[in-house]
C-alpha cells in the first residue's frame, strides 16, 4: 500500500511536469508572440531590415507625389477602423466574390498608395520571406508618411498579422462620412476605443492631401432651405470653392479634388486647426469640431500649441494602430497584400 501511494505520488509529479513542458512548447512555438500585444522593434531579429525598406519605399514615392503621403495615413485609418489594423483595406476584390473593402464608395477611387505598398512588400518579400505582415507595414508607411510630411516622429509597435477576409458591405458601418456632426464623430471613434481627444488630433491630418468636390459641395450651394451656402462657412472660402468645384448639375466635369489645407498643403501641421477657427474647414465633419461645444476647447488647444498637437497626434496614431489587431498565430503573414495565401 505504501509502496503504491508513493508510486502514484511519482505519477502525478511526472505527469505535471510534463503538462507544464508541453505548455512551454507551445509557447515556444507561437514565435515568441504568444502574448496577444504588439511591440516596437517586433522584427529586430526576424526581420531587421524591414522599417528601413519600407522607410526608403516611402521616400521614394512621396518625393515623387507628396500627396501620397497622405494617401498612406489615411489607408492606415480606413484600414484600422475596418475590422482593425490586418491589412484587409490591401485585399483585391475577386471575381464572382462579394467587393472587398477597397472597392466601396469610401475608398474608391480616392485611396491612394497601394503601389507603395507593394513595392514595399515585394522588398521586404526579397529579404524576409513570409516573415512581415502587410498589417505591418502599412502601419510603418503611415508613420514614415507623417514624418516626411510633418517632421512628426513616434515609434510604431508591431507583429500584426493579416486578416483573411475584406468586405465592401462592412466599410460604411464604420467609416465616418463627411456630413457627420462632432456628436456623431465621437460616438463612431469611442466606438473603436478612441476619445474625441483622440479623435480631434487625428482629424489634424486633414491638414496634408485633397477632398473630391462631392465630399462638400452640399456646403456651397442649395444648403438647406433657410441657407442657400452653409452659414458655419465663410462666404469668402465658399466662393473661393465654388470657383473650383463646377455645380453637379454641369454635367460630366467630373469630381475635381481640392487641398484640404489651402494654407500649406502639403506640410502636415496644425494650420489645420487655425483653419477651423476662421471657418474655413472643408469638410461638415471638420468645421463641426470648432463648431461644437464638446471639441471646440480642443480645436483652440491645437491652433495655439502645435508641439503639443504632434505629440498628441503620435499617440493617437498608435493607439488607433492597435485596434482589433490579430496577432501569434491569428490571421496570417501574406506574401502579396493584394492576395490571401
Ligand atoms: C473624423 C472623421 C473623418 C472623416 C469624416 C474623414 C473624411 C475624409 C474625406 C471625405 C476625405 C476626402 C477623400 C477624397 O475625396 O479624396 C478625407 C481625406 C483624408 N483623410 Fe479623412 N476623415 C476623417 C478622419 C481622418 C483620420 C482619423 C485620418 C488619419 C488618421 C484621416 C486622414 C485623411 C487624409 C490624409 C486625407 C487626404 C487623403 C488624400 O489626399 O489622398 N482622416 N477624409
Ligand atoms: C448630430 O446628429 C445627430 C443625428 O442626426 C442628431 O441627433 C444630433 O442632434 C446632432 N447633434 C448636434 C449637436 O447637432
Ligand atoms: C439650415 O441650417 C442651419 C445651420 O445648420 C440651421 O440652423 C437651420 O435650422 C437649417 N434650416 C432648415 C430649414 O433646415
Keep these: 500500500m505504501m509502496m503504491n501511494a508513493k508510486i502514484s ?30 511591440r516596437v522593434g517586433f522584427y529586430a531579429r526576424t526581420c531587421p531590415q524591414a522599417e528601413t525598406i519600407v522607410r526608403r519605399a ?10 501620397l503621403a497622405a494617401g498612406l495615413i489615411r489607408m492606415h485609418f480606413h484600414d484600422c477602423f475596418v475590422r482593425g489594423c490586418d491589412g484587409s483595406v490591401l485585399l483585391d476584390s475577386l471575381p464572382g466574390r462579394p467587393a472587398a473593402e477597397k472597392d466601396n464608395v469610401a475608398n474608391f477611387p480616392s485611396l491612394r498608395g497601394f503601389e507603395v505598398i507593394d513595392d514595399a512588400k515585394a522588398l521586404v518579400e526579397a529579404r524576409c520571406p513570409r516573415t512581415v505582415s502587410c498589417a505591418d507595414i502599412l502601419a510603418f508607411a503611415a508613420r514614415d508618411s507623417a514624418a516626411r510630411a510633418g517632421n512628426i516622429w513616434y515609434e510604431v509597435p508591431s507583429g500584426r498579422r493579416d486578416g483573411r477576409v475584406s468586405l465592401s458591405s462592412e466599410v460604411l458601418q464604420s467609416i465616418p462620412p463627411p456630413f457627420f456632426n462632432a456628436t456623431q464623430l465621437r460616438d463612431n471613434f469611442r466606438r473603436k476605443g478612441l476619445s474625441a481627444d483622440d479623435m480631434v488630433a487625428l482629424s489634424g491630418s486633414h491638414s496634408i ?16 432651405a433657410t441657407f442657400d451656402q452653409d452659414p458655419s462657412m465663410d ?4 466662393a473661393f470653392l465654388r470657383t473650383r468645384c463646377p455645380p453637379a448639375s454641369s454635367g460630366n466635369s467630373g469630381d475635381p479634388a481640392v487641398s484640404n489645407d489651402f494654407q500649406t498643403p502639403t506640410r502636415l501641421d496644425n494650420r489645420y486647426y487655425e483653419n477651423l477657427v476662421n471657418r474655413r474647414g472643408l469638410l461638415t465633419s471638420d468645421q463641426t469640431l470648432f463648431d461644437s461645444p464638446t471639441t471646440r476647447n480642443l480645436v483652440i488647444q491645437n491652433a495655439r500649441l502645435g508641439s503639443n498637437w504632434e505629440k498628441k497626434f503620435g499617440g493617437a496614431m498608435v493607439k488607433m494602430g492597435k485596434i482589433e489587431v490579430l496577432t501569434g498565430r491569428q490571421g496570417e503573414i501574406r506574401t502579396n497584400c493584394r492576395f490571401v495565401n
Design 209 to 224: 492631401g485633397v477632398s473630391h468636390c462631392s465630399a462638400f459641395s452640399n456646403r456651397l450651394a442649395g444648403f438647406n
Design 58 to 67: 516611402v521616400a521614394r514615392a512621396v518625393s515623387r507625389n507628396p500627396g
Design 9 to 38: 505520488r511519482v505519477v502525478m509529479a511526472a505527469q505535471a511536469l510534463i503538462v507544464v513542458l508541453l505548455l512551454s512548447v507551445v509557447k515556444c512555438s507561437s514565435g515568441g508572440s504568444s502574448s496577444s500585444s504588439l
Design 235 to 238: 462666404p469668402r472660402f465658399a
